[in-house]
């Protein structure tokens, strides 16, 4: 064992330096580059339109790393309605924006480690101040990615997320 930070990978032996605590995706699911060329949709870093019907914000999914007390977080993308959207956008560079009601949406992220599928899981989009993304709770159902949202991961759990995200 290495006192160096990072970790060393069971898949392909090699010391990684760092141990991420968290994967991003850049666009929904739903989201194809013919799109872009679509005057009614756009796609940003933080929120997405398709085709004048379909509207998405970026948040993270964050869960607790139970070993030192981090998170590991996932950002991902939900999908809201159109008032929610839009009032999402009206207040996106307001401060005090956080003391907003949570935006209910689907989750619109396949996260490929979990099954069954994390597409479609219920959510709710909480504002936080200008600057962060909002987080995103999932419903407390017994989906694996719900359930280790609740109850939170070990660092051994982190180290697999890395393994799989890396080695595909």
Known sequence: MTDAPGFTCSCCGEHHAELPKGYSTTAPDVWNEDFANDPDSMLSSDRCVIKGEHFFVKGLIEIPVLDDGSVFSWGAWV???RENFTRAV???????????RPYF?????ELGLYSPST???RTNAHTRPVGQRP???LEPTDHP???EQRTGITLNRVREIAETVLHP
Do not use: K
């Open 79 to 81: 999908s809201l309605s």
């Open 90 to 100: 009206e207040l996106w560079e307001t401060p005090g924006r956080e003391a907003e």
């Open 105 to 109: 949406g689907w989750l619109c992220t």
């Open 119 to 121: 597409v479609n899981l």
């Open 135 to 137: 987080f995103i709770e």
């Open 145 to 147: 990615l719900a359930v």
